[in-house]
């Protein structure tokens, strides 16, 4: 069956703009899971949606970053005013039931 | 959750199994360990999973000591698109259970 998607693939955006990155889950997988990889450094969770509500968002770095579910499905994570230090790829990973969870392919962010 | 050890990397032949160490020895009784892996520009992908037995899916086993202080993932006949990071991941099984990665094993396949 179809596995996580994400988009766009690819975002490169100025300094202090807005951005949205889109995690479309695997179907029936109640929790989702956003992650962040910069170069050359390890994954880091950033939050937990379980259904629609999000009673884990210990790892958002900073109040420019946000994230929304609806519908139990699509989620979307929007970062404010775009700082370089925000460059990195953002992973979403989707599970049933809190066991394992399967990655999307990832949104690269380039910030200039 | 507890924290895992691996080494930095490894090399293996291509047709040969692959066995990728990992220490845990502070797993809790009911901490389970998890392997994925990232193949380089893509997501991390789930391998395996173990809590006490031994285990087997169609890509790897997974062998976990007595004490379960330490893991051992096994690619039967690894392939050049095996080369990849390996992530040994130990935690509860449950909802919100996120995944703390570490540096992982870079395990380079070669021919």
């Known amino acids: 069956g179809a596995g996580v998607s994400q988009s766009p693939s690819n975002k490169v955006t100025e300094k202090g703009k807005d951005v949205e990155l889109r995690c479309d889950p695997i179907?029936?997988?109640?929790?989702l899971y956003w992650y962040r990889q910069s170069l050359g450094q390890g994954l880091e969770f950033l939050i937990y949606?379980?259904?629609?509500?999000?009673?884990?968002k210990s790892g958002l770095p900073s109040d420019r970053f946000s994230a929304e579910r609806t519908g139990g499905s699509v989620s979307t994570l929007t970062i404010q005013r775009t700082q370089q230090e925000d460059s990195a790829v953002y992973l979403c990973?989707?599970?049933?039931?809190?066991?394992?969870?399967?990655f999307g392919p990832g949104t690269r962010l380039t910030v200039t | 959750d507890a924290k895992t050890t691996q080494p930095p990397s490894m090399d293996c032949a291509e047709g040969r199994a692959a066995n990728l160490p990992c220490n845990h020895s502070t797993i809790s009784g009911n901490e389970y360990v998890y392997w994925y892996r990232q193949i380089h520009s893509q997501g991390p992908q789930y391998i395996i999973h173990g809590l006490k037995n031994n285990e087997t899916n169609e890509m790897a086993s997974l062998i976990i000591t007595e004490d379960r202080k330490s893991s051992t993932l096994i690619l039967p006949h690894a392939t050049l698109r095996d080369t990849a990071v390996y992530y040994c991941?130990?935690?509860?099984?449950?909802?919100?259970?996120?995944?703390?990665f570490g540096a992982g094993t870079i395990l380079r396949v070669k021919s």
């Open positions: 949606f379980q259904g629609n509500s999000a009673p884990d």
């Open positions: 179907s029936g997988h109640t929790a």
């Open positions: 991941i130990v935690g509860f099984r449950e909802y919100g259970n996120k995944l703390v």
């Open positions: 990973a989707s599970s049933l039931q809190g066991y394992e969870q399967y």
